[in-house]
Nanobody
Framework: QVQLVDSGGGLVQAGGSLRLVCVAS????????MAWFRQAPGKERDFVAA???????RYADSVKGRFSMSRDNSKNTVYLQMNSLSPNDTAVYYC?????????????????WGQGTQVTVSS
């Protein structure tokens, strides 16, 4: 059974930092493109960042230069380091996995999802 467990969210002041963590189990991790999406109340789920099984990385324009994604294949884990946070970054952040696919920034591409972790940035 595939499981993605997101963690690391919380409440932070504007300008602060958080690191999100997603641990995967029940899959061959190196076969998967891993991604982060976020969803604010009343809005669609938006692409944030993704890293392919070949370690290529793509970021949404809104987070470029502030967020950094990485993966540790030995731990079946991906990370999202978020710096210079602003209230606009407030959302539930979801980890997602897509098997043997390139990076495609649409939610429908992804096969598995984490439960989400809340990030709240106060002004």
């Amino acid at each position: 059974q595939v499981q993605l467990v997101d963690s690391g969210g919380g409440l932070v002041q504007a300008g602060g930092s958080l690191r999100l963590v997603c641990v995967a189990s029940g899959l061959t991790f190196t076969d998967y493109t891993m991604a982060w999406f976020r969803q604010a109340p009343g809005k669609e789920r938006d692409f944030v960042a993704a890293i392919s099984q070949y370690d290529s990385i793509r970021y949404a324009d809104s987070v470029k230069g502030r967020f950094s994604m990485s993966r540790d294949n030995s731990k079946n884990t991906v990370y999202l380091q978020m710096n210079s946070l602003s209230p606009n970054d407030t959302a539930v952040y979801y980890c997602a996995a897509a098997k043997l696919k390139p990076i495609i920034p649409t939610p429908a591409t992804y096969d598995y999802w984490g439960q989400g972790t809340q990030v709240t940035v106060s002004s």
